[in-house]
């Protein structure tokens, strides 16, 4: 059997006293587009910005091949369900690239 007790006077609590604060947001480190493959591997590729924090442009295909990854001809690349030249289409901030076709390696 549990028997309550008495805070002293100077522990004079609320309800609210006990509320969950919220957690703050952390901010991410670096910034990155997600490069999906075939096989369900995530790759990131990080955002690149120079020393006036001006972002240098990088193409999906620039940014897959400094990760270190094997891209072999015929790979299909996607983005918001539009397929798009991994040449030209240059990535971004929280972009989310899926790859079709079988690509290897990662740093």
């Known amino acids: ?3 309550g ?14 509320a969950v604060a919220e957690e703050a947001q952390a901010t991410p480190e670096f910034e990155f ?4 493959l075939t096989g369900g591997d995530r790759v990131y590729l990080p955002i ?4 006036d924090g001006e972002v ?6 620039e940014a897959a091949l400094e990760a270190g990854l094997s891209i072999p001809a015929g790979t299909q690349f ?3 369900n539009v397929q798009v ?3 030209s ?3 971004a901030s929280n972009m989310t690239i899926t790859a079709i076709g079988n690509v290897k390696g990662g740093k």
Request: hydrophobic share 40%; charged share 30%.
């Open 1 to 3: 059997m549990t028997e």
């Open 5 to 18: 007790f008495d805070l002293p006077e100077e522990f004079d609590l609320e309800p609210e006293d006990f």
């Open 33 to 36: 587009a997600s490069l999906l």
């Open 48 to 51: 690149v910005r120079n020393e």
């Open 56 to 61: 240098i442009p990088q193409s999906i295909m």
């Open 78 to 80: 996607w983005t918001d």
């Open 85 to 87: 030249n991994p040449n």
């Open 89 to 91: 289409t240059l990535i």
